[in-house]
């Protein structure tokens, strides 16, 4: 079987956008402008790199082991240069980013002590680290994903690294001035596909029985009433030292 990423790309780029909140902690935390270099570890579809070519013109770089995705991010992107890499190798110049960021990415890096050495070997002096997260209070609170399939919270909390592991790992990886910031986006679901094509990968955690019984009531419910929608995460910012 082909993995997860590899078969959900055209979906995922087709109903995954970013969260406004992000782009402007990223753009500010950096002070992102048209001489920035950003890379982005794990970029999938390249939605986020796009949105920052849009609004700060910056260089984008962008990096993810997924030849599926990155296909779909030079489409989303074209300026950005792309690498089929993990973020434990990135294979990218030395000294070179202002800015260094992943969303939603980093429950996925198996080496991430590997991952923060090569995030600090291609920041520039001063440069920003950003990763872009759940916390479990986040993820016991998502809406719908944790309303309507429970079952996907004691999955996620299982696999997410706490903020406290990250703040260790970083400043052991030689990051300091780690701050935390929280960002939210509240709306009401306009479209269910996203959930029929499983974009979010937490869906493929759960048995199809959970699955199809939160499907179905999300579906009845959808008949009568509006389905409250909240998208939060934690941005972990820290400096190259
Ligand atoms: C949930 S998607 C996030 C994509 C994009 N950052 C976004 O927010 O739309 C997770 C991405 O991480 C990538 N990924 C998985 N393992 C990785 C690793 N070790 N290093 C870098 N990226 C990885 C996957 O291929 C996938 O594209």
């Not at 950003?130 to 996620?156: G, K, N, Q």
């Not at 493929?204 to 939160?214: K, M, P, T, V």
Request: proline share 5%.
């Amino acid at each position: 079987m082909k993995p997860y990423y590899q078969t959900i790309a055209p979906d995922y780029a087709r109903h995954r956008r970013i969260h406004a909140g992000v782009l402007d902690g990223l753009i500010s935390t950096a002070r992102l402008g048209p001489s920035s270099s950003v890379l982005e570890l794990g970029c999938g579809t390249g939605n986020y790199l796009a949105a920052l070519d849009e609004a700060a013109a910056c260089q984008c770089w962008g990096i993810d082991p997924s030849e599926a995705m990155l296909a779909e991010a030079r489409t989303t992107c074209p300026k950005a240069r792309f690498s089929c890499a993990l973020a434990e190798s990135v294979a990218v110049p030395s000294d070179h980013f202002d800015l260094v960021f992943a969303v939603d990415v980093i429950h996925y890096i198996a080496d991430r002590p590997q991952a923060f050495q090569e995030c600090r070997r291609v920041l520039r002096a001063n440069g920003n680290l950003c990763l872009v997260t759940d916390s479990p209070e986040i993820i016991r609170t998502r809406e719908p994903l944790s309303t309507y399939f429970p079952e996907t919270v004691e999955a996620e909390l299982a696999r997410y690294p706490s903020l406290v592991t990250l703040g260790e790992e970083l400043r052991t990886a030689g990051f300091s001035d780690i701050a935390e910031a929280k960002v939210e986006y509240r709306g009401e679901l306009a479209d269910i596909e996203p959930y029929r094509a499983k974009v979010f990968s937490s869906l493929r955690l759960i048995s199809q029985a959970a699955y199809e019984r939160g499907l179905q009531r999300m579906e009845s419910d959808l008949t009568s009433r509006p389905i409250s929608c909240v998208s939060r995460y934690v941005m972990l910012c820290a400096k190259k030292s």
